[in-house]
Nanobody, 127 residues
Framework: EVQLVESGGDLVQAGGSLILSCEAK????????IAWFRQAPGKEREGISY????????FYTDSVKGRFTISRDNVKNMVYLQMNSLKPEDTAVYYC????????????????????WGQGTQVTVSS
């Protein structure tokens, strides 16, 4: 059974940093396309970062470029999201997700292309 388990969410002050972790069970992270999404209250789920299985190429939505970094550890079978210079508008529940449908990177922001999701971890950034 495929499972994704997020951890690392916390309450942090603006300007601070957090590292989110996504533990993959039942799959090898380097063989699958993995993304981080977030969802704030009253808003749609937003794709913020994506790492391709092939080559490990990474992508970011504009609002987090230069502040967030996605990475993976193939030995630990984990995917991470390093978040720096956090802002109050980064407050959301963060999810990692796996896609078996994406063959490239054009549509990585679309939640409906992901078939496995974690339970989410709450990130709250205070001003």
């Amino acid at each position: 059974e495929v499972q994704l388990v997020e951890s690392g969410g916390d309450l942090v002050q603006a300007g601070g940093s957090l590292i989110l972790s996504c533990e993959a069970k039942g799959i090898a992270v380097d063989e699958h396309n993995i993304a981080w999404f977030r969802q704030a209250p009253g808003k749609e789920r937003e794709g913020i970062s994506y790492i391709r299985s092939s080559g490990g190429t990474s992508f970011y939505t504009d609002s987090v470029k230069g502040r967030f970094t996605i990475s993976r550890d193939n030995v630990k079978n984990m995917v991470y999201l390093q978040m720096n210079s956090l802002k109050p508008e980064d407050t959301a529940v963060y999810y990692c997700a796996r896609s078996t449908y994406l063959s490239g990177s054009m549509y990585w922001r679309r939640p409906n292309l992901y078939d496995r999701w974690g339970q989410g971890t709450q990130v709250t950034v205070s001003s």
